[in-house]
C-alpha cells in the first residue's frame, strides 16, 4: 500500500523553465490536494480536486496549473518558474475528509 | 474564510518541562487536526478532534477542543528531545479543504 506519491523529490529548475510535479495516490480517495509550504511557515493550499475532471482554485494558485483525468492522478504544472515558487510542494488525498495521507514532498528550487 | 492562528510560534523548552500551544480558528470548523513535522520529512498525523469537549492523549501529548472559544490546545507534559519538531493545526468544516496554522517550533533542551 504506497499511499500517496509524489516525484521528483528534489529538483532544481532555471528561471522561465517549466516542470510537473507528480503525485499518485492508490486509496480510491476522491479528494486530492496541493500544498506549498515555505520556510518557517505553514501549508498555504494551490489547487484541489473533488474527484475526476473537477479542480479549484485554493489560496495561492498564481503560476501553477493542475488537471485530474483520472481519481489516482492529481499532477501540478510550473509554467514559466519564477525565484518565488521555490518551495516545498506536499500532495494529499482524503476520502470523506477525515484523516488525510500526505505525500513526501517535493523540494523545488528556482534559480 | 477559515482562518487559524497558532501560538506560540517558536517554542524553547527545558526537558521534564510542561507547556501548552494554543490554536485559535476564526469561524466554525468541524474537525481540528494536529500534526508533527521533522525537518525534511513530511506531515505526522497526531490527533483528530471532531466534537466540543474532545480531548485525545498519546503519550506524553495531549490534545483538547473548545469549540465555543474556537479553540484547541496541545499540552506536552514532562518533554523529552524527541519532541523537538514543529507542530501544526489544521481545520476544516465539511468538504473544504484544511486550513493550516503557521506552526510552532518546538526545541526542547536539556
Known amino acids: 500500500n504506497a499511499g500517496v506519491t509524489q516525484t521528483p523529490k528534489f529538483r532544481i529548475l532555471k528561471i522561465g523553465q517549466s516542470m510537473t510535479l507528480q503525485c499518485t495516490q492508490d486509496?480510491?480517495?476522491?479528494?486530492m490536494y496541493w500544498y506549498r509550504q515555505d520556510p518557517g511557515m505553514g501549508l498555504k493550499l494551490i489547487y484541489y480536486?473533488?474527484?475526476?475532471?473537477?479542480?479549484d482554485k485554493g489560496e495561492v494558485p498564481n503560476g501553477y496549473n493542475v488537471s485530474r483525468s483520472t481519481t489516482e492522478d492529481f499532477p501540478l504544472r510550473l509554467e514559466l518558474a519564477a525565484p518565488s515558487q521555490t518551495s516545498v510542494y506536499f500532495c494529499?488525498?482524503?476520502?470523506?475528509?477525515?484523516?488525510?495521507?500526505f505525500g513526501s514532498g517535493t523540494r523545488l528550487t528556482v534559480v | 474564510e477559515l482562518k487559524v492562528e497558532q501560538n506560540p510560534l517558536f517554542l524553547s523548552m527545558q526537558e521534564g518541562k510542561n507547556y501548552t500551544i494554543y490554536c485559535n480558528y476564526s469561524?466554525?470548523?468541524?474537525?481540528l487536526y494536529w500534526y508533527r513535522q521533522d525537518p525534511g520529512k513530511s506531515l505526522e498525523s497526531l490527533f483528530v478532534?471532531?466534537?466540543?469537549?474532545a480531548v485525545k492523549q498519546e503519550g506524553r501529548l495531549m490534545a483538547s477542543l473548545d469549540t465555543k472559544a474556537r479553540l484547541s490546545t496541545l499540552h506536552i507534559t514532562a518533554a523529552v528531545h524527541d519532541l523537538s519538531a514543529t507542530y501544526f493545526c489544521?481545520?476544516?468544516?465539511?468538504?473544504?479543504?484544511?486550513?493550516f496554522g503557521k506552526g510552532t517550533r518546538l526545541s526542547v533542551i536539556a
Open positions: 494529499a488525498s482524503t476520502d470523506q475528509g477525515y484523516g488525510y495521507t
Open positions: 478532534l471532531l466534537s466540543n469537549g
Open positions: 489544521a481545520g476544516a468544516s465539511g468538504n473544504t479543504p484544511l486550513v
Open positions: 469561524t466554525t470548523s468541524d474537525r
Open positions: 486509496m480510491n480517495h476522491n479528494y
Open positions: 480536486s473533488v474527484g475526476a475532471g473537477i479542480t
